[in-house]
């Protein structure tokens, strides 16, 4: 699983950068049109490719990775076109504040992998929210409020 995440600075470029480290789980069944997701990010993985950056991103003012060293998302609801699943309404907790969070969804693939014969499946996943709406305002309006998460989600049946 891979996070990504994308901020407008000071309305001139797009500042992108990922999390290192994050973990998850998901049950889904397109058929029955259920799912089931967890993901946990350490938040002191963020990296922008700028050490200042990454240093003022861990800081108490943005992420506070000494008090909140995790993020999540979990889900439990998801919405379905057909058997498409087209998105996921979950909860994003960061910074120790909880908000209703849906990931725009795309299945990339579920089925048997071409070389390992394992049984994956594979997802792509866009949400946007509002940092202030986690306590974190500083360097507003200069950095953009409104952050761009890309997730991209392979799982292997554990059974």
Same mark, same amino acid.
């Given at each position: 699983?891979?996070?990504?995440?994308?901020?407008?600075?000071?309305?001139?470029?797009?500042?992108?950068?990922?999390?290192?480290r994050?973990?998850?789980?998901?049950?889904?069944?397109?058929?029955?049109?259920?799912?089931?997701?967890?993901?946990?990010?350490?938040?002191s993985?963020?990296? +922008?490719?700028?050490?200042? *950056?990454?240093?003022?991103?861990? @800081?108490?003012?943005m #992420?506070?990775? =000494?008090?909140?060293? $995790?993020?999540?998302?979990?889900?439990?609801?998801?919405?379905?076109?057909?058997?498409?699943?087209?998105?996921?309404?979950?909860?994003?907790?960061?910074?120790?504040?909880?908000?209703?969070v849906?990931?725009?969804?795309?299945?990339?693939?579920?089925?048997?992998?071409?070389?390992?014969m394992?049984?994956?499946?594979?997802? +792509?996943?866009t949400?946007? *929210?509002?940092?202030?709406?986690? @306590?974190?305002?500083? #360097?507003?309006? =200069?950095?953009?409020? $409104?952050?761009?998460?890309?997730?991209?989600?392979?799982?292997?049946?554990?059974?």
């Amino acid at each position: 699983t891979f996070v990504h995440w994308e901020v407008l600075h000071m309305n001139t470029s797009t500042i992108r950068g990922r999390f290192d480290r994050s973990s998850g789980a998901v049950q889904f069944d397109a058929r029955a049109q259920r799912l089931d997701l967890s993901i946990s990010i350490d938040t002191s993985s963020v990296n +922008s490719g700028v050490r200042v *950056l990454d240093t003022l991103l861990r @800081g108490s003012e943005m #992420l506070d990775t =000494a008090t909140s060293p $995790m993020a999540t998302f979990v889900a439990r609801e998801a919405r379905f076109e057909g058997e498409a699943l087209r998105e996921v309404l979950g909860e994003f907790t960061l910074r120790g504040v909880t908000r209703p969070v849906v990931l725009e969804t795309r299945v990339n693939r579920v089925g048997r992998h071409t070389y390992s014969m394992k049984y994956v499946a594979g997802f +792509s996943a866009t949400a946007t *929210l509002k940092r202030s709406d986690f @306590g974190m305002t500083r #360097l507003l309006p =200069a950095v953009g409020d $409104m952050v761009e998460l890309r997730l991209e989600i392979e799982g292997i049946r554990s059974r």
